[in-house]
């Protein structure tokens, strides 16, 4: 009996030692739950755990307390703003931005946004996380239908959805962490990727909010046309031919959720699954029966994950940049003439080991770019190239550049 009982209190001591242990573990994930908490969140575009802050309120206040002192500081100055810069522009951003909300990941903020017009020439717009689309004049009248207008105002709506801003900050601390893959063409990846990701939602939102989904790929084309590839650059932002395609593949795909002039009204649940990507549905566990730790693992992966995307996108990028270089050490001019005052036909010779596919020059005079298609070229071959542009003065006479603007 009493060596029965010596092992019943050996039993009763064991199970107290493993509730002990139960307890510590519960602890620990309850701190990591709070340390998650506190440095990730949930990303509302795919339901992914992402190293950034999720404290919406806060994000606004501060976002929108910056803006409104540099609104303020424009207007000290003398500057204008919305219907003061254009009456009918401003409008027509007004009543486009009450069509993308309700489509939007924002349907339950849209009291709090709004869109303000400044009169910068730029081709640009831009938001900084809270709730203000920030849009220029240049980009009204760049663009030829509103559909155009509803793509880039979408896209930056989409940057908001995403966190972006958080997400860049997010990065910065991870490449103090990570110096020997950090640097420029990394930066500009990081940005790079969430560009892509912002077109991709942006559309979908111009879609669903009635505006025709190619329009992005229109706009990019066009661009594309006038301003040419600047294949040689590291860039944050997709080339122009290369949107061009990426928003036509976007497009396309989007399309059936598209009713001309139409808010779909299945919108927000196409936010949750639709074809561009189906937000994820983690279990949710709760803080010290497995949370925390399910919340870290979570985070580090999609940070990880993020960092693998951007390192390939800045290795295809360093790639395509150090192509562009070679092929214009091997490029010898032999040759510039003008062509009356707006066009110039410029000879040169290319002196590379490797068949060109396709090779596009730019001609710039510090003022203009003017892009010439020599084609197919072969090592050794001598080419006329014609570049011309009504109202460049491109063939004026003075110092000009050529350069590399794309290479296949």
Not at 20 to 49: C, F, K, N, P, W
Not at 267 to 279: E, H, S, T
Not at 318 to 330: D, F, G, I, L, P
Not at 370 to 394: C, H, M, R, W, Y
């Amino acid at each position: 009996m009493r060596r029965f009982g010596m092992m019943g209190l050996l039993a009763v001591t064991a199970l107290a030692g493993c509730a002990d242990m139960g307890q510590t573990l519960a602890g620990i994930d309850r701190g990591l739950y709070g340390v998650a908490e506190r440095v990730s969140s949930e990303d509302r575009v795919t339901g992914s755990r992402i190293l950034a802050s999720g404290d919406r309120a806060a994000q606004i206040a501060q976002s929108n307390r910056e803006m409104d002192a540099q609104l303020a500081q424009l207007t000290a100055g003398g500057g204008k703003l919305n219907a003061a810069v254009s009456a009918s522009g401003y409008a027509k951003l007004q009543g486009m931005l009450a069509r993308i909300l309700p489509v939007s990941h924002f349907a339950d903020e849209q009291a709090q946004w709004k869109v303000i017009l400044l009169p910068d020439k730029e081709f640009n717009a831009f938001v900084n996380g809270g709730t203000y689309v920030m849009v220029y004049k240049g980009l009204l009248d760049a663009v030829q239908s509103d559909d155009e207008l509803a793509a880039v105002m979408g896209h930056e709506i989409a940057h908001v959805a995403a966190n972006h801003v958080g997400r860049a900050q997010a990065a910065q601390i991870v490449n103090l962490l990570d110096r020997k893959h950090a640097g420029e063409a990394l930066d500009h990846s990081y940005t790079l990727a969430q560009e892509h990701q912002a077109d991709k939602i942006g559309i979908l939102y111009a879609a669903m909010a009635g505006y025709d989904p190619m329009a992005a790929s229109r706009l990019w084309a066009r661009m594309y046309a006038q301003q040419g590839q600047y294949a040689g650059m590291i860039s944050s932002h997709p080339l122009n031919g290369d949107r061009a395609a990426s928003t036509a593949q976007i497009g396309q795909a989007v399309r059936p959720y598209y009713t001309p002039g139409k808010v779909n009204p299945e919108a927000q649940a196409i936010l949750v699954n639709n074809v561009l990507w189906q937000r994820s549905a983690l279990p949710a566990l709760a803080a010290g029966s497995g949370g925390g730790l399910a919340a870290i693992a979570q985070t580090a992966f999609t940070t990880y994950s993020e960092r693998e995307t951007a390192k390939g996108l800045a290795e295809q990028q360093q790639a395509r940049a150090a192509r562009v270089k070679a092929v214009e050490q091997a490029l010898v001019v032999r040759n510039v003439s003008a062509m009356g005052p707006d066009g110039a036909v410029v000879q040169v010779t290319y002196n590379g080991t490797a068949a060109l596919q396709r090779l596009v020059l730019a001609m710039s005079n510090g003022k203009v770019r003017v892009l010439g298609n020599a084609g197919a070229v072969q090592p050794g071959q001598t080419v006329d190239v014609t570049f011309e542009k009504a109202g460049s003065g491109i063939g004026g006479g003075g110092k000009v550049a050529i350069t590399v603007d794309e290479v296949q």
